[in-house]
């Protein structure tokens, strides 16, 4: 047993089903790669932080045992959901319209900016509640209490997608750096269609 009363094979299994979940691309990862090849890795990676950021706001409603709330209302899903779908749309719309001028030189407001836009599309699913919710207890331990083993889970959770988007951070960035301004404004615009259609797929995919 750890020290937070996880069995260790059950946490090798969470880490690797973890990365898992968190490597497959999706509006989180648009972002972070359209973000990096425009603006370079020090946005990217404050993208990353706020994707990151709110996978812990998820996770400590989970670990207080708030999230039922919003599941078992259907109507607060509901909003929650449709609110997420204006607002990867009008995110969508914003990164394809930039693809068109040059990035901001400043470094502070492209990282702030990032790192706010990444927050908020991390937020902008709740479905991605829904999902900690239920993955997270299939890991606890019975035979010790739950809330310390949710807190490190959800912790080495944090830790697992932020290195890894992190590296899709390095990868976006690489390839803006080998790519000339037209190639930067079509990546862009790639992450900007990946949003839409994460949009698409919250309005119409099956409720989680």
């Avoid at 209302?73 to 929650?80: I, N, Q, R, S």
């Avoid at 693809?99 to 699913?125: C, I």
């Avoid at 930067?184 to 989680?208: N, P, Q, S, V, Y």
């Amino acid at each position: 047993m750890t020290p937070a009363g996880l069995d260790p094979g059950l946490l090798a299994g969470f880490v690797a089903v973890a990365a898992l979940s968190i490597a497959v691309p999706g509006p989180n990862v648009a972002l972070i790669l359209a973000v990096s090849a425009r603006e370079g890795l020090r946005a990217g990676l404050a993208a990353a932080l706020g994707t990151t950021l709110a996978h812990a706001g998820q996770i400590a409603l989970v670990v207080f045992g708030l999230a039922w709330i919003a599941q078992a209302w259907g109507a607060a899903f509901e909003v929650l959901r449709w609110i997420g779908v204006a607002w990867l749309l009008w995110l969508g719309a914003g990164l394809w319209r930039e693809a068109r001028r040059p990035p901001v030189r400043d470094p502070r407001q492209t990282a702030r900016r990032a790192a706010r836009r990444g927050l908020l599309v991390g937020l902008a699913n709740p479905k991605s509640l829904a999902f900690h919710a239920a993955f997270l207890p299939q890991f606890v331990e019975a035979s010790a209490p739950a809330g310390p083993q949710l807190a490190a889970l959800g912790a080495i959770y944090l830790c697992v997608a932020l290195a890894l988007d992190s590296g899709w951070a390095c990868l976006g960035s690489a390839g803006g750096r080998g790519a000339g301004p037209a190639a930067r404004a079509w990546m862009a615009r790639g992450g900007a269609a990946a949003l839409i259609g994460g949009a698409a797929w919250l309005a119409f995919g099956r409720r989680a």
